[in-house]
C-alpha cells in the first residue's frame, strides 16, 4: 500500500532528473552543428550547369589550383536572404574566389534573386535536381564550404554566415591554407 503512494512520485522524479540532464547536455550552443565527414577529405567530384550559361558545364577539377567558397543558396531560402549582405562584403575583399551553388531551384528564381539583391558570387552553378549535393552532404541551405586549391574541403559551415562566423572561424581556415603553400 505505501508502495504505491510513493510510485508516481519516484516516477515524477526520474522524468525531473532525465529532463535536466537533457538541458544540461544542451547548453553548448553549437548543439546543431554536426561535424562533416568530409573535412581534410577530398571534394566530391561534380560537373554542374553554369547558372547564368546553362550550356557550359564547370567541373571540381575546373576550380582546382586556387582555393574557392562554396556557398549553398537558393532563392526559396530565406535565411540565404539574410547572409546575402554578409557574403558579398566578404566576396568584396576579393581574398578568395566565392562560388555560389544553386541548390534545387528554378532557374529564372535564381536568377530574378540575384538580380534583385546582387551578384557577389565569382561564378554560380546550378545543381537544379539536388544530385550532387548528396555526395557533399548538403542538407540545407545556407551551407558553405572551404576548398583549398587541391581540392580539399578544409571548413564547413551550416547556416548563415555572419562576419563573426568570418572572422573567428572562416579567416583563421583561410590563413592555414595561405599558410601551408
Known sequence: MKLNRW???AIFSAIAVLLAAGVWLSRKPDRDALPS???DKPAPAFALPVLHEPQRTV????LRGAPFLLNVWGSWCPECQVEHPVITRFAET???RVVGYNWKDDRADALRWLDQFGNPYWLVIADVEGKSAIDW??????ETFLVDGNGTIRWKH?????DAL???ELLPALQRIEDAR
Open 7 to 9: 510510485l508516481p512520485l
Open 37 to 39: 565527414p568530409l573535412i
Open 59 to 62: 567541373t571540381l577539377q575546373d
Open 94 to 96: 576579393k581574398r578568395i
Open 137 to 142: 552532404g548538403i542538407y540545407g541551405a545556407p
Open 158 to 162: 551550416v547556416g548563415p554566415l555572419t
Open 166 to 168: 568570418i572572422a573567428g
